[in-house]
């Protein structure tokens, strides 16, 4: 890994990469809604079990998100590797994203169910947690002018946060059992079928090919956008 | 230690009592809720244990930006942080200190919102509080930690520490309900999050220093 | 058939795509601007 450190190597690798990666997310994107709109509805949730096949990756990303945040600024904070800050808030806002999309999804996908747009579920209260620790990692790296001290702030914060979620997690599941709040939307509802199984891998692992993607092309844009501006100082007024 | 802890406390105290802000910021949070849900003394006793907590929180959240701020504009903490393992001494004083001038404060006044709230019993929330307020300066400590070197600190403070208090509220909200089972989490919580704290307050102190 | 629940189908799969667009986009263009900068500082 140490080999990439270098921006010009890991520019060269990236470049390689994202083209299949994207193409790849893309091809599977494809074939996921083939397969989750070719399925047929569930006898219980009807039609709205699609639902699932959107809902389920985007928090499947949103968790991996973070952990690659977490695992990047551990690098970053121990290794001191050069590009491990900006993988890490690089990858903060695509995480956001994919949270808010769960969020988004999963209230219309308990809809149908539950008669309301929102319930105080553990998973989607868990979610909503998580996307604030998104935000406050995203605001922390803002607020920071130094970028040294940001980039070591933000990523104690992002392994603080890493520490704390299992217990967050726990601690909601415990409250939700605890105040009777049906856990609905447990992975896929209450009972998937194989047949469901095929769209939601596809589709899972379309969202992890396009999270990839994505996170790649936003720290080349950030090693591009460094140079620029050491060559706009090199060249002095 | 004990000579940060008590200057800590002192400073605290002549601070025109940080303590006093947060004591009247509980009440005025705990006032203005009847106020909002109606004066239904059942409906207030069902919610107290919650409303009360998070008027907590919220409370001891308030004077922490200037947890190290006096001591980072001085310099007295690049010297403290020169000697090994002092910093993270230093900083379990702190949040000894903190947690002794406005969450033992707010757990004191608690059984006096509790009665007005409705609860004839207010043992199992003085408790909850008592031994959950830690684990707020604790975990607020870290969030005082990496906001130092931020100008208007304070705004983003509560933003990155309050999903992280998260577990303390529920346990903390159960345990005043005398749920099964709260009490034990609510104590381990806190426990852990005074253990490891020291630690992660330190690196966030130690980040900010000496350019 | 779709049936009453098309709208929560339909509408999550909408804000999916528009919310991914919108960051394959941001993305894209990001790139081909700090591409583009350090061309002409070249």
Redesign the interface.
Known sequence: MLRYANPTRFLSLSTALVPWLGAASAALFAIGLYLGFRVP?DYQQ???V??MF??VP?AWTAMMGYGLMAGASLVGLVWRHPLADTAARAAAP?GA?FT??GL??GS??G??MWGTYWVWDGRLTSFL?LL??Y???I??WN????ET?AA??AA??A???A??LP??E???D??TT?HQGESILRTGGPLISAVYLWPLFTMALAYTF?FFT?WL??I??EI??R??RS??LA?GP | MSAILIRDIRLAARAGGSAMLALAFFAAVATLVPLGVGADLRLLARIAPGVLWVAAVLAALLALDRLFQADFEDGSLDVIALAPASLETTALAKIAAHWLTTGLPLTLLSPLLAVMFGQEAPRALFVSLLIGTPAVSAIGA?GAG??L??RR?GL?LP??V???L??AV??GA?AAEE?AGALP?LAA?SLGACV?SPF?TA??VR??LG? | M?????F??W???W??AA??VT??AL??L??MR??A??EK??
């Open positions: 509805p009807g039609e709205t699609r639902v959107i809902h985007a695509l994203l808010a999309l988004i999804t219309l996908w809809r149908p947690l604030f620790l935000l406050g990692y605001a922390l607020a920071i002018e130094d001290r070591r702030a104690i914060l392994l603080v946060g520490v704390n217990i967050i726990f601690s909601v415990w409250w605890l396009l994505l092309m936003r080349e844009t591009l956008n140079r620029a060559l706009m060249d | 870290i990496l906001t070197s931020i600190g983003i933003l990155i309050l999903p992280l998260a577990p529920i346990f159960g749920v989490l919580f490891l992660a690196a966030s980040l900010n350019s | 779709i049936g009453d629940y098309g929560y189908v509408t999550a799969y804000i999916s919310g991914i960051a394959v993305t894209v990001g790139r700090a591409r900068r350090l500082l070249k």
